[in-house]
């Protein structure tokens, strides 16, 4: 099994997101989501290096914006792949707030994993 090279954490989602680039836009769904970077699950990616804005949908939240760049392709791919067809990305400008959202977001989920509770079993 090849070791894990990503120096931040990143945790699952399902976000819907929109990637809008130079040829228009395309709908998404984010797979992974860390401080410095996301897996988007597309079924037309991106070229390697290719820049990007991101607009992501995170729930109960209003949209999120920040600028990216392609890092990584799976394109070959099926139903059962995994990771399935998309491309890793980098962020490459994110304001505080954003950055500070995921952050926040990331560390509630891992701890989340970790306790096996999740914030509204703790209020309820």
Same mark, same amino acid.
């Given at each position: 099994? *090849? &070791?894990?090279r990503r120096r931040h ?8 997101a929109v990637v809008q680039?130079?040829?228009? @836009?395309? !709908?998404?769904?984010?797979?992974? %989501? ?5 897996? $988007?699950?597309? #079924? &037309?990616?991106?070229?390697? +290096? *290719?820049?990007? &804005?991101?607009?992501? !949908? ?10 990216? *760049? ?5 394109? $070959?791919?099926?139903?059962? #792949? ?6 890793? %990305?980098?962020?490459?400008? !994110?304001?505080?707030? !954003?950055? =500070?959202? $995921?952050r926040g977001f990331v560390?509630?989920? &891992?701890?989340?994993? +970790?306790? @096996? =509770?999740?914030?509204?079993? +703790? %209020?309820?």
């Open positions: 099994m *090849e &070791k894990e954490a990143r945790v699952n989602v399902d976000w819907p680039h130079t040829y228009g @836009g395309m !709908v998404a769904e984010m797979e992974n %989501i860390g401080t410095n970077g996301a897996f $988007i699950r597309c #079924d &037309k990616p991106l070229r390697p +290096k *290719e820049r990007f &804005k991101l607009l992501m !949908v995170a729930p109960n939240h209003s949209p999120l914006s920040a600028s990216a *760049e392609v890092a990584w392709l799976q394109v $070959i791919c099926s139903d059962k #792949d995994l990771p399935p067809c998309g491309m890793g %990305i980098r962020f490459t400008r !994110v304001s505080s707030t !954003v950055r =500070q959202f $995921i560390a509630a989920q &891992k701890k989340e994993k +970790k306790t @096996g =509770q999740s914030m509204l079993e +703790k %209020i309820g």
